[in-house]
């Protein structure tokens, strides 16, 4: 039988992306479960195959707009961010092709980004952009725990005046059907948060349960969606145990994340929902501080290719 084709973005070449790719790669257990291709720098591949003392032969395909890179590790340059950039571009393309099955995204910098000019916050709004999707909704998960995020990348300030009722249902009947076909999940429950401590406490705090969050949830359930809530988050988590609910959707990036991390304990993985492509990536970033110094745990990543690979087979298992 034909192995999967998993395509993996080498994103910052001054951070742990190449580490963590090419110990990844060095497993006997990784190697068995797919084919790859590598995406980024050819020059800054060679530095780090140095680095470690790797000599294994891989699947390359360049992305540097200028061959010539020097790494840097630790250090944000416009050569980085524009390379993991090129190489981001390259593999979605190899998916929307169909020349490759999933994607695997090492970390990114977003000032690397910014510095090449780079106007996307991060991975999940670029790859919305190159896919053509009209939504994504990011899903961080352990072993145990899948959170999805209402507002993504926002500063919490803006949170507030960013959430709706139209949008949280949306994002309910987005991960009601990403859990029912990326995740077999057959009826999935959902967890949904509240916005304020304690949910606003009948109003004490805010009104954006009652006037946002519980309508949505509401109209939810009349679309036959398995959700429950608004719940105060620290109390939900405090109680929390596994497989009470298939998912929980959180109202901001910190509120779903913090918890989700720490159960993880550096095995998260993150899952872009709702694109045409399967999309996944460790639940860490650059490292900048202990880049170059051989010393990054490729666990997360391992996970990544192994998500987006049951994913790929429970859509083909839907004729996705």
């Known amino acids: ?50 680095i470690m003392g790797i000599t294994m032969p891989l699947n390359f395909i360049e992305a540097a707009p200028k061959r010539r890179v020097r790494i840097t590790p630790g250090k944000i340059t416009a050569p980085a961010g524009a390379a993991a950039a090129r ?7 190899m998916c929307l ?19 090449a000019g780079v106007e996307f916050p991060g991975h999940t709004e670029m790859l919305q ?53 990326d995740f077999a999940s057959f009826k999935p429950r959902i967890a949904v948060l509240g916005l304020n401590p304690h949910a606003s406490e009948n109003g004490m705090f805010g009104d954006e349960e009652k006037t946002i969050i519980s309508p949505a949830i509401m109209a939810a359930r009349k679309k ?38 720490m159960d993880a304990r550096g095995g998260g993985v993150n899952f872009s929902a709702n694109l045409p492509i399967i999309r996944t990536s460790p639940d860490h970033g650059t490292a900048f501080d202990i880049a170059g110094k051989n010393r990054a745990n490729e666990s997360s990543f391992i996970e990544a290719i192994k998500v987006g690979l049951q994913i790929a087979r429970n859509r083909k298992a839907h004729g996705r």
């Open 1 to 50: 039988m034909k192995k999967p084709h998993v395509v993996i973005s080498l994103g910052d070449f001054n951070g742990i992306g190449y580490e963590i790719a090419l110990k990844a790669m060095l497993q006997k257990s990784v190697q068995a479960l797919a084919e790859y291709t590598l995406v980024g720098s050819f020059e800054a591949l060679a530095a780090w195959k140095k």
């Open 87 to 93: 190489s981001i571009e390259i593999a979605a393309q």
């Open 224 to 261: 036959k969606i398995l959700a429950e809530g608004p719940f105060p988050a620290d109390g939900f988590f405090a109680r929390w145990t596994p497989l009470k609910y298939d998912a929980i959707l959180a109202m901001y990036h910190d509120q779903g994340l913090i918890p989700l991390k």
């Open 97 to 115: 092709r169909g020349e490759a099955d999933v994607l695997v995204t090492a970390p990114i910098a977003k000032e690397s980004f910014h510095k």
């Open 129 to 181: 952009s190159l896919t053509n999707a009209k939504r994504v909704t990011m899903i961080l998960l352990s072993e145990r725990m899948r959170v999805a995020l209402v507002t993504i990348h926002r500063a919490l300030r803006a949170v507030p005046g960013a959430l709706s009722k139209k949008d949280i249902l949306t994002k309910l009947g987005d991960l009601n059907e990403t859990l029912h076909i």
